[in-house]
């Protein structure tokens, strides 16, 4: 199994504004996009980040505008917690505390928008 990124099972959307510049933006919906740009100066700003992967109905068409956002988010030092300066609803989950089956799930339905290796992107 393809560990993120299977383009072929998800919608592709437009870019919302030319301002969204992030890796597979294509692939959030738009109303989400711009929370994630946002996001990108915290997730660079955290050398702890490694990878930050959407999933859920971010990157499905049922997205509305009560919808959360969940974020997995891969660390170096897996004590050290991730901070965040965003005030909208965000369900963050970290790789390495959760289970085989959700690990499951996001390797296959989840979308990389932050590598700071290149891995995945």
């Keep these: 199994m393809k560990k993120f990124n299977n383009y072929d099972l998800h919608f592709s959307f437009d870019r919302k504004n030319k301002g969204i510049r992030f890796a597979n933006a294509e692939y959030i919906h738009p109303l989400k996009q711009d929370l994630l740009q946002s996001l990108q100066i915290d ?49 963050l989950l970290y790789w390495d505390r959760i289970g085989e089956r959700l690990k499951n799930e996001i390797s296959q339905k989840g979308i990389v928008v932050y590598d700071r290796e290149g891995s995945y992107v």
Excluded: Q, W
């Design 43 to 91: 997730f660079e700003g955290d050398s702890n980040v490694k990878t930050v992967i959407v999933f859920g109905s971010a990157v499905e068409f049922r997205c509305n505008s009560y919808s959360d956002l969940d974020l997995c988010l891969e660390r170096y030092d897996h004590e050290k917690p991730f901070h965040c300066t965003s005030e909208e609803e965000i369900d």
